[in-house]
C-alpha cells in the first residue's frame, strides 16, 4: 500500500481552519466560557490565511458556535500556531 504524502492546497487550508478552531476553542476557555455559550466572533487573520480558509468559515463558526464570524486583521491579541498568527476576538451571547 502506498501513501500519497503530498500536501494539496485543500489539506493545507483544512489544516489551517483546524488550527483557527483549536485556537478559538482556547480563547473560549481563557474567557471562561461554557461549552454551550454561543459567541460572536472575529478573527484577525492576514489576507492570504483568509483567502485560505475561506470555505471552511462554516466549519468554523459550527465547531465554536459562532452565530455571527467577521475578519479583522488588526485583532492585537493574537494566538501562534505552527504555520500562522490568529488573532482571536470573542464575545459572548445572550
Known amino acids: 500500500m502506498i501513501v ?4 494539496t492546497d485543500d489539506l493545507i487550508a ?3 481552519a483546524r488550527d483557527i478552531v ?8 481563557d474567557a471562561g466560557l461554557d461549552v ?3 459567541i460572536s466572533l472575529t478573527l484577525g487573520l492576514d489576507d492570504e490565511t483568509a483567502k485560505r480558509v475561506d470555505s471552511y468559515l462554516g466549519y468554523i463558526s459550527g465547531e ?10 488588526s485583532l492585537s491579541r493574537t494566538i501562534a500556531t505552527e504555520d ?7 464575545e459572548r451571547l445572550p
Not at 500519497?4 to 500536501?7: A, N, P, R, S
Open 14 to 16: 483544512e489544516g489551517t
Open 4 to 7: 500519497d504524502l503530498t500536501l
Open 64 to 73: 465554536t458556535l459562532a452565530t455571527s464570524l467577521a475578519i479583522d486583521g
Open 84 to 90: 500562522v498568527t490568529i488573532g482571536v476576538g470573542l
Open 22 to 29: 483549536r485556537a478559538v476553542q482556547q480563547a473560549r476557555r
Open 36 to 38: 454551550s455559550d454561543r
